[in-house]
């Protein structure tokens, strides 16, 4: 089955292709110090990765579990999950308004501020990061955590919170939940956490076991982002259904940070977060998070169970009665009908 609208296509990788050999012919032209070898290297490898990952991998292709909702065996464990998705991207702001008169603008745009960092460790593209309105959003979304969001401020206060390792999730967790992390809580970067799709603004920046270095938004510091679950880029053997099985273990693992915590935060991705619930909610239940995406900075919460199986080890359900939407609600645009036990494509 096909998972839905993905974030954008393909047109991004002849684009950055372009940018790079513009770039390089003109190196010459700058003065020494202005640039790092390591920087182009490391860009120019996860460009040719990304190309190679765009063409080949099966990460959308997953077949989800067997339904959770005729799961006979006793419940183990529960935690509440709250599910944050990330403001929106410069790869958004460029690809996802539709393709009418203002797009070329856009796409010179993205282009040229593309260009002028190419010999940079940084890109608009391969991990985007958060665009001047997913700032705003993430700013909004504050205000609402420090002043009328009680219920969502009561999670907080005994959550572990983890972002995937993409740069706009993390900056919108920081910036959404500066209060309640204060200057010692950590958040924890996660790689099973990076986004279902195929496309290079879902590729890290950060290397295994690295924390994530997102722009300093609004003076939060990444200083307390965590990179010890962070094993690097998806890998193209594998499809996003290993990262949501992934997830669901470290959740209720013992060797978690999670552990003791009865709320886990989770700053994420559309397409993460639809999948999962369509993977882990039972599959004659009805809800919208199975057909429509989390609008940007949108906050989503339900109680996800760990179930003993026949077999001696686990399976995971969301409480159906459980999901409720704290903050933003859902888009309007649904993808594909979604029929269960599908198998996405």
């Given at each position: 089955?096909?998972?839905?609208?993905?974030?954008?296509?393909?047109?991004?990788?002849?684009?950055?292709?372009?940018?790079?050999?513009?770039?390089?012919?003109?190196?010459?032209?700058?003065?020494?110090?202005?640039?790092?070898?390591?920087?182009?290297?490391?860009?120019?490898?996860?460009?040719?990765?990304?190309?190679?990952?765009?063409?080949?991998?099966?990460?959308?292709?997953?077949?989800?579990?067997?339904?959770?909702?005729?799961?006979?065996?006793?419940?183990?464990?529960?935690?509440?999950?709250?599910?944050?998705?990330?403001?929106?991207?410069?790869?958004?702001?460029?690809?996802?308004?539709?393709?009418?008169?203002?797009?070329?603008?856009?796409?010179?745009?993205?282009?040229?501020?593309?260009?002028?960092?190419?010999?940079?460790?940084?890109?608009?593209?391969?991990?985007?990061?958060?665009?001047?309105?997913?700032?705003?959003?993430?700013?909004?979304?504050?205000?609402?955590?420090?002043?009328?969001?009680?219920?969502?401020?009561?999670?907080?206060?005994?959550?572990?919170?983890?972002?995937?390792?993409?740069?706009?999730?993390?900056?919108?967790?920081?910036?959404?939940?500066?209060?309640?992390?204060?200057?010692?809580?950590?958040?924890?970067?996660?790689?099973?956490?990076?986004?279902?799709?195929?496309?290079?603004?879902?590729?890290?920046?950060?290397?295994?076991?690295?924390?994530?270095?997102?722009?300093?938004?609004?003076?939060?510091?990444?200083?307390?982002?965590?990179?010890?679950?962070?094993?690097?880029?998806?890998?193209?053997?594998?499809?996003?259904?290993?990262?949501?099985?992934?997830?669901?273990?470290?959740?209720?693992?013992?060797?978690?940070?999670?552990?003791?915590?009865?709320?886990?935060?989770?700053?994420?991705?559309?397409?993460?977060?639809?999948?999962?619930?369509?993977?882990?909610?039972?599959?004659?239940?009805?809800?919208?998070?199975?057909?429509?995406?989390?609008?940007?900075?949108?906050?989503?919460?339900?109680?996800?169970?760990?179930?003993?199986?026949?077999?001696?080890?686990?399976?995971?359900?969301?409480?159906?009665?459980?999901?409720?939407s704290l903050y933003g609600g859902f888009e309007k645009k649904a993808a594909r009908r979604w029929k269960p036990g599908a198998k996405h494509d």
């Amino acid at each position: 089955m096909d998972l839905g609208q993905q974030d954008g296509g393909s047109p991004d990788i002849i684009l950055l292709w372009g940018a790079v050999a513009v770039a390089l012919s003109v190196l010459w032209l700058l003065p020494p110090g202005k640039f790092t070898v390591d920087a182009l290297l490391h860009k120019c490898t996860l460009m040719t990765y990304g190309t190679v990952y765009l063409l080949l991998s099966k990460d959308t292709r997953l077949q989800l579990p067997a339904d959770p909702g005729k799961a006979q065996g006793r419940t183990l464990k529960k935690k509440r999950i709250v599910f944050v998705r990330h403001g929106e991207s410069v790869w958004n702001e460029c690809f996802n308004k539709g393709f009418g008169p203002l797009f070329p603008l856009r796409l010179v745009r993205g282009l040229l501020g593309e260009m002028a960092m190419i010999l940079l460790l940084d890109s608009l593209f391969i991990d985007s990061p958060l665009s001047v309105e997913g700032r705003a959003q993430a700013r909004q979304l504050q205000e609402y955590v420090e002043g009328s969001g009680d219920e969502l401020r009561n999670h907080t206060e005994q959550a572990v919170f983890v972002t995937s390792c993409l740069r706009r999730a993390v900056s919108t967790c920081l910036v959404a939940f500066r209060r309640p992390l204060g200057e010692s809580r950590p958040v924890w970067a996660l790689s099973c956490l990076q986004e279902i799709s195929r496309n290079v603004d879902t590729l890290a920046l950060a290397p295994a076991g690295a924390a994530p270095q997102s722009d300093p938004v609004d003076g939060a510091s990444c200083s307390c982002v965590v990179g010890t679950f962070n094993s690097g880029n998806k890998g193209l053997l594998l499809n996003g259904g290993h990262r949501l099985q992934e997830f669901c273990e470290w959740v209720f693992s013992d060797c978690s940070p999670a552990t003791l915590a009865p709320t886990v935060i989770v700053a994420g991705h559309s397409l993460w977060f639809r999948t999962f619930f369509q993977a882990y909610l039972p599959h004659t239940a009805y809800h919208e998070c199975k057909s429509l995406k989390i609008v940007n900075c949108g906050v989503v919460t339900f109680e996800l169970e760990m179930l003993e199986d026949g077999g001696g080890g686990a399976t995971y359900r969301i409480d159906a009665d459980s999901v409720q939407s704290l903050y933003g609600g859902f888009e309007k645009k649904a993808a594909r009908r979604w029929k269960p036990g599908a198998k996405h494509d």
